[in-house]
């Protein structure tokens, strides 16, 4: 199952003593957080989860899949995701039983 932003605001309401209303503004809130520094080119940690970070991607060669015809791709920004070491375990031990 995927987890999606409404899960995520069900989990809140139910653990919390929030109404949905705000519980929604919440997670809301913490995503425009996010989206803002990213945006800047600011990397966020989340301790124990991980690091968003903004790399610049430079310019490079490409293929049009539909004609073939080479072409030049713009350079750009991505956000990458390096887990937590403390995440990663986590991972491993639900991996392996």
């Not at 957080?33 to 060669?61: P, W």
């Not at 991505?78 to 639900?94: A, D, Q, T, W, Y």
């Amino acid at each position: 199952m995927t987890l999606v932003k409404e899960n995520l605001i069900e989990s809140l309401y139910n653990r919390c003593d929030l109404s949905k209303h705000q519980s929604r503004a919440v997670v809301d809130n913490v995503f425009e957080l996010i989206k803002k520094s990213l945006e800047s080119g600011s990397d966020v940690l989340i301790s124990g989860f991980g690091k968003f970070i903004v790399r610049q991607k430079a310019s490079r060669r490409g293929r049009n899949p539909a004609t073939g015809s080479d072409l030049t791709l713009d350079a750009r920004r991505v956000v990458g995701f390096r887990c937590s070491p403390v995440l990663r375990e986590k991972i491993e031990e639900e991996r392996k039983g």
